[in-house]
């Protein structure tokens, strides 16, 4: 893997990643009346954003006040492709974005990923798991961006409404490739938990899901996946879709749910039919015990699906019992049981490396940058995802990057967004090669600092 990575490196440099991204908000249609010809070029304000969002700021005025230092402004058009320096006020940057169609910034997440996918990168998170070819595990789950008792715009959704406490938020559905040894992930597009157009009902993750889906299987009809799901969505209508596109699915069964289904398992047991493996690992001092059954109905519905139901308990060196159970449409053997356990408990990966990083690495996803009337806090969130996902792909394949979070910052990221945002707010920079080469090895002895106080 690393011969291959090195190999290619140069495509998924973050000078790539970032000019690809830009190049795809040169696409965006310019929807201002005289298209602004002696004003500020419509991508830079999409630009802007993201290099906001990249350089991990908390605030647009923060960013606004920056970005009038021509030490700045000579950066994002060097490293951002802000073209001429000329960089939108924070208002007119909320102005701007707010009217986009949010379906505008997922071109960059299919861009990113087809070049994840052509350079190889994406076979570092190949699931192995008995005839599976080419299989990759996808967590998706929804989770909370914004909640106001006051601001609002007309994609929120609405709680208590009409009554004192009404209030106001919107939800996000994220997905991403992950494998068990991997620390990172790679993010699709995320999909808004907004108001949907002539809807007067919220929206809801049951609904965004079969959006997400839909979008995913059309930007990538012949990606082979295995969808992970918690047990909001071990239902007929879901597994139906998810086999409709051709994938796979390891999702969670829990026990209030699922009644007739652990009757069913409770009845093959009495009759002797379950099938039961244990594996002890002595290095780590844990025991694995699984019971299975293949083509067990959901649930009671005449038209339930037939899946495979695996009961797993860990009991870890201090004797704590762990216990999950899923539900599969991979066969269950005593050769894929343990993969299919590792896959399933790979779900957390959506919580852990994903939202949680997005939430409390410096990303800021649930910040408010200001809520516009129509799209600008979906546009923005899926602009943090974007540099989020760009990092993400650094931090695989950049030996610069790896060796700067390694040894300049100790392995904690907040710290190497601070190193790299310092040096890009103080040094004329020609690109990203010479701000890694100052993380990593100083300031080029001649180097002009400008003096922005
Ligand atoms: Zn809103």
């Known amino acids: 893997m690393t011969t291959a990575l090195q190999k290619y490196s ?8 970032i000019l690809q991204a830009c190049k795809c908000f040169d696409t965006i249609p310019d929807y201002r009346p005289n298209h602004c010809s002696n004003g500020i070029p419509f991508s830079n304000f999409a630009k802007s954003a993201f290099a906001m969002m990249h350089q991990k700021y908390d605030s647009l005025l923060s960013f606004d006040t920056d970005q009038a230092d021509p030490v700045i402004r000579h950066n994002l058009e060097t490293m951002y492709h802000v073209k001429d320096g000329k960089v939108p006020c924070d208002t007119h940057m909320r102005e701007i974005l707010d009217p ?16 994840v996918q052509r350079n190889k990168l994406l076979k570092a998170f190949e699931f192995k798991c008995g005839d599976l070819k080419d299989c990759y595990l996808m967590p998706v789950d929804g989770t909370g961006l914004f909640y106001s008792g006051e601001c609002r ?22 997905g991403c490739i992950v494998h068990p040894e991997q620390k990172t992930v790679i993010p699709f597009a995320p999909e808004a938990i907004v108001l949907q157009d002539g809807a007067t009902k919220n929206d809801c993750e049951k609904n965004a899901i079969k959006r997400y889906l839909a979008h995913v299987k059309r930007e990538h009809p012949h990606l082979n996946l295995a969808i992970l799901l918690d047990g909001l969505y071990a ?4 597994i139906e879709l998810i086999r409709s596109y051709g994938w796979h699915y390891i999702i969670v069964a829990k026990d209030g749910n699922h009644k007739s289904l652990i009757e069913a398992m409770n009845a093959l047991c009495d009759q002797g039919n379950l099938k039961y493996h244990e594996i002890t690992n002595k290095e780590k001092g844990t025991k694995h015990w699984f019971r299975y059954a293949n083509n067990v109905p959901l649930n009671a519905s005449d038209f339930a699906e037939n899946v495979n139901v695996l009961d797993y308990v860990e009991t870890d060196k201090e004797g704590n019992r762990h216990t999950w159970c899923w539900v599969t449409d991979i066969e269950l053997t005593e050769e894929t049981v343990e993969e299919i356990m590792i896959g399933g408990r790979c779900r957390w990966h959506i919580e852990n490396q994903t939202f949680n990083t997005l939430k409390n690495q410096g990303y800021n996803i649930e910040h408010n940058y200001g809520h516009g009337k129509y799209h600008l806090a979906t546009n923005l969130a899926y602009l943090t995802f974007l540099a989020f996902m760009v990092d993400q792909i650094q931090e695989m394949t950049s030996p610069e990057f790896q060796k700067a979070l390694k040894e300049r910052s100790k392995g904690v990221r907040t710290y190497l967004w601070k190193l790299i945002t310092r040096i890009f707010l103080s040094w004329f920079l020609e690109g990203w090669d010479e701000l890694f080469e100052a993380i990593n090895k100083g300031i080029k002895p001649g180097r002009v600092k400008i003096n922005t106080s």
Request: glycine share 4%; hydrophobic share 25%; net charge positive.
């Open 235 to 238: 239902d007929n209508p879901t």
């Open 10 to 17: 140069k495509h998924l440099c973050v000078k790539n990643l």
């Open 153 to 174: 715009c007309n994609e929120c959704c609405v709680k208590n409404k009409g009554k004192r406490n009404e209030s106001y938020y919107h939800n996000l559905m994220g």
């Open 100 to 115: 986009i169609a949010p379906e505008e910034f997922r071109k960059p997440f299919k861009k990113l990923f087809s070049l």
